[in-house]
């Protein structure tokens, strides 16, 4: 079974784009397909912001996901990636693989971004993996939203009511063994665990918050995520800053620092394991901080890890309804 890895924008949905689906899904009927719309910003508007650049690749690739099945394919996943084409692969080959192929859909030489950035011999090079290109006569309009239905439910962007009230990691780690049914000596020695840890010298809050919030991604632990993301807004801890820990190492709008990299490619190679990059990893991060504090996060990983296997195991929902992977302030585009 051949995985392939379908990256267009603009041209999505095309007909150039449904005729290569339809190419592959005769000759491969078990394939597997993730289409990837990176958040490039609309080319012929002067005026724009990242939340209408989320809002248009999320709509644009649940509309295309939609014709692509029509055409047969057994899509897995619609996602959405960094603005920049390359860097929006790079993430997902390294995060979602393994892949067996790439798919670049693209307008024609003189009028694509892409092609004007090589992308198609980048990825290539960069993934190591056999790319096929697309060439779209022209660019593909999705279809207009239904009737009655607001067009923000239409691209999968939700508005947010109120921000969920902050909590306390304590306040936290209380309710959820609660959830599940643990008693009061199991749940108050959780607590005072997580505290303890919490209070390790040179472990400041911002960046326990940080290491939760990624740990509840990886884990793609919904209740987790959640309840990290009210932990650090009330921390002041900005939703750009939040959805930026998914793609930490190419992101173009904010910056971590030399440390904080070193706490989440620390924190990636615990929770995904298995590839020998943790002690490369630890390392790393001991160059940058006493061992005290690796130790400290190393637990703290192990704890996040735990909560989320545990909401999980016993499928809890979200106390507030979920916004989403991908936060903006006053907004959740809500990855469905």
């Given at each position: 079974?051949?995985?392939?890895?379908?990256?267009?924008?603009?041209?999505a949905g095309s007909p150039e784009f449904q005729k290569q689906i339809r190419s592959l899904v005769q000759k491969e009927p078990d394939a597997e397909f993730t289409l990837l719309v990176p958040t490039s910003p609309p080319g012929h508007r002067l005026i724009w912001n990242d939340a209408e650049a989320m809002r248009?690749?999320?709509?644009?690739?649940?509309?295309?996901?939609?014709?692509?099945?029509?055409?047969?394919?057994?899509?897995?996943?619609?996602?959405?990636?960094?603005?920049?084409?390359?860097?929006?692969?790079?993430?997902?080959?390294?995060?979602?693989?393994?892949?067996?192929?790439?798919?670049?859909?693209?307008?024609?030489?003189?009028?694509?971004?892409?092609?004007?950035?090589?992308?198609?011999?980048?990825?290539?090079?960069?993934?190591?993996?056999?790319?096929?290109?697309?060439?779209?006569?022209?660019?593909?309009v999705p279809p207009e939203p239904a009737a009655g239905v607001p067009e923000t439910a239409q691209s999968g962007v939700v508005e947010e009511a109120a921000p969920a009230p902050p909590r306390e990691p304590s306040e936290v780690t209380a309710e959820l063994m609660t959830a599940v049914g643990a008693g009061m000596?199991?749940?108050?020695?959780?607590?005072?665990?997580?505290?303890?840890?919490?209070?390790?010298?040179?472990?400041?809050?911002?960046?326990?918050?940080?290491?939760?919030?990624?740990?509840?991604?990886?884990?793609?632990?919904?209740?987790?995520?959640?309840?990290?993301?009210?932990?650090?807004?009330?921390?002041?801890?900005?939703?750009?800053?939040?959805?930026?820990?998914?793609?930490?190492?190419?992101?173009?709008?904010?910056?971590?620092?030399?440390?904080?990299?070193?706490?989440?490619?620390?924190?990636?190679?615990?929770?995904?394991?298995?590839?020998?990059?943790?002690?490369?990893?630890?390392?790393?991060?001991?160059?940058?901080?006493?061992?005290?504090?690796?130790?400290?996060?190393?637990?703290?990983?192990?704890?996040?890890?735990?909560?989320?296997?545990?909401?999980?195991?016993?499928?809890?929902?979200?106390?507030?309804?979920?916004?989403?992977?991908?936060?903006?302030?006053?907004?959740?585009?809500?990855?469905?």
């Open positions: 079974m051949t995985r392939y890895l379908v990256v267009s924008h603009l041209t248009a690749a999320r709509y644009r690739a649940d509309a295309a996901g939609t014709l692509m099945r029509e055409c047969g394919a057994n899509v897995t996943r619609t996602a959405v990636g960094a603005r920049d084409p390359l860097s929006a692969i790079d993430d997902e080959v390294r995060e979602h693989s393994p892949y067996d192929a790439i798919i670049i859909c693209t307008l024609p030489a003189g009028v694509s971004r892409w092609l004007h950035l090589d992308l198609v011999s980048r990825a290539r090079h960069h993934t190591g993996l056999p790319v096929t290109h697309v060439i779209a006569q022209q660019e593909w000596e199991l749940a108050g020695a959780s607590m005072a665990f997580e505290q303890a840890v919490r209070g390790i010298e040179g472990l400041d809050p911002q960046l326990a918050a940080l290491v939760a919030l990624r740990v509840a991604h990886l884990k793609r632990c919904q209740y987790a995520w959640q309840e990290a993301v009210a932990v650090a807004r009330g921390l002041g801890i900005a939703d750009e800053r939040i959805t930026a820990l998914e793609h930490w190492r190419s992101s173009e709008r904010v910056h971590f620092d030399e440390r904080e990299r070193a706490v989440l490619g620390y924190v990636e190679a615990i929770i995904k394991g298995g590839s020998g990059g943790e002690r490369s990893a630890r390392e790393t991060l001991a160059a940058l901080a006493p061992e005290s504090l690796v130790v400290g996060l190393t637990l703290l990983v192990g704890f996040a890890r735990t909560q989320a296997d545990l909401a999980t195991a016993f499928a809890l929902s979200p106390r507030e309804p979920f916004v989403g992977w991908d936060l903006y302030v006053g907004q959740a585009a809500a990855t469905l």
